[in-house]
């Protein structure tokens, strides 16, 4: 199998496609030698696949016992989609088309930490890997995980998370919370709202300085977000799975303008037209490989910096204050503000 690319995309084969629920897939990849420094990634990080005109970003997520494999678990969203795909179609030795890692969730290097994880649905499968790599590479640190799905049999990676619970008895403590069935207690049944987060945080003994990663659907992080209230900002990371539905891109200023564009070491020039709603609508028509996934500001795959010219950003959940007052914009939710307009995707 050829292993060329252009831009950022690239093919690998599919070793293995495991059947993790009804619903999810968990697909293995093989990552020659010559792309392994590409594919090397952090807990946390994503990648976005590619098939045909649809784009998907998704959590590596590796199995406990190998934090190095590249794996992806995954779950039919919508019909048509890559996960329906996956799950009905894909084989091993099929191979697909994925961007290298990115993003910024993860835990902080603080020795000695209580990390607090908080997942609904698939927002298990960034947080798993993150609890692995504390457990292991900080023996004073200390892991919680909270974990709601609908039934036992939808808890995604609940076999992997039970190892490694036997692993790190002492150190690793996991609440599964399930909407539709009766949990293991009054307190892990049923949806959760502020109320019963803090008592179930309560139970965790989770004490001031604890350091929070929340990933899931809108309405968890909400909820989350409720019963942190007064925690500090730098100790809570959040990361969406799903489209938020925040709202268009702002109205631009103007819709013509002329934009630069590097991608993969290479500028290309184009202009903005009346048709165009955002930067990204523009860039793909001359530079198709440009990354993209979600549209909605989630995912940040489309991260691109400023480099000269200004835009207005729409509603957005990707970047943070510091990618902000750095000159980052995302594509997919940026217009320009200016006549002329400099991105690189590269930076």
């Known amino acids: 199998m050829s292993t060329s690319t252009t831009a950022g995309w690239h093919p690998l084969e599919v070793t293995r496609v495991e059947h993790l629920t009804a619903e999810a897939v968990a697909l293995s990849l ?10 090397a990634h952090r807990p946390g990080q994503h990648v976005v696949v590619r098939h045909g005109e649809l784009r998907r970003s998704y959590s590596v997520c590796p199995p406990p016992d190998d934090p ?3 794996r992806l678990v995954l779950k039919p969203v919508t019909p048509g989609g890559f996960g329906t795909y996956a799950s009905s179609e894909l084989a091993a030795g099929d ?25 609904g649905g698939c927002g298990i499968t960034p947080l798993a890997p993150m609890a ?5 590479g900080d023996p004073d640190c200390r892991v919680s995980l909270v974990h709601s799905a609908r039934t036992a049999a939808d808890a995604l990676l609940a076999d992997e998370i039970a190892l490694l619970k036997d692993e790190f008895v002492q150190r690793f403590d996991v609440l599964h919370v399930l909407s539709r069935e009766r949990g293991g207690s009054e307190l892990c049944t049923g949806r959760i709202d502020p109320p019963k987060l803090r008592r179930l945080l309560e139970l965790l003994d989770v004490r001031p300085g604890a350091q929070f990663a929340l990933c899931g659907p809108p309405g968890l992080l ?6 942190l209230e007064g925690v500090p900002p730098e100790d809570v990371r959040t990361e969406l799975f799903a489209s938020t539905a925040t709202g268009p891109a702002p ?6 303008g002329r934009i630069s564009a590097t991608l993969g070491g290479r500028t ?20 198709p490989e440009v990354p993209y996934s979600c549209r909605d500001g989630v995912c940040g795959s489309c991260r691109a910096k400023v480099l000269s ?5 729409g509603p957005q959940h990707a970047l943070d204050a510091d990618d902000l007052a750095g000159g980052y914009t995302l594509a997919c939710r940026a217009r320009p503000r200016t006549d002329e307009l400099a991105l690189d995707f590269d930076a």
């Open 268 to 287: 290309s020039s184009m202009t903005m037209l009346p048709q165009d709603r955002v930067v990204l609508d523009a860039v793909l028509r001359h530079r």
């Open 132 to 136: 692995a790599a504390a457990l292991r």
């Open 222 to 227: 909400d909820t989350a977000r409720e019963a």
């Open 309 to 313: 010219g200004e835009v207005a950003l």
């Open 68 to 70: 190095a494999a590249l």
């Open 251 to 256: 109205e631009p200023e103007s819709r013509g």
């Open 30 to 39: 093989h990552v020659p030698p010559e792309l392994a420094a590409t594919f």
């Open 95 to 119: 191979v697909v088309e994925l961007s290298p890692p990115a993003g910024k969730f993860g835990l902080p290097e603080l020795r000695g930490a209580h990390h607090v994880l908080i997942a």
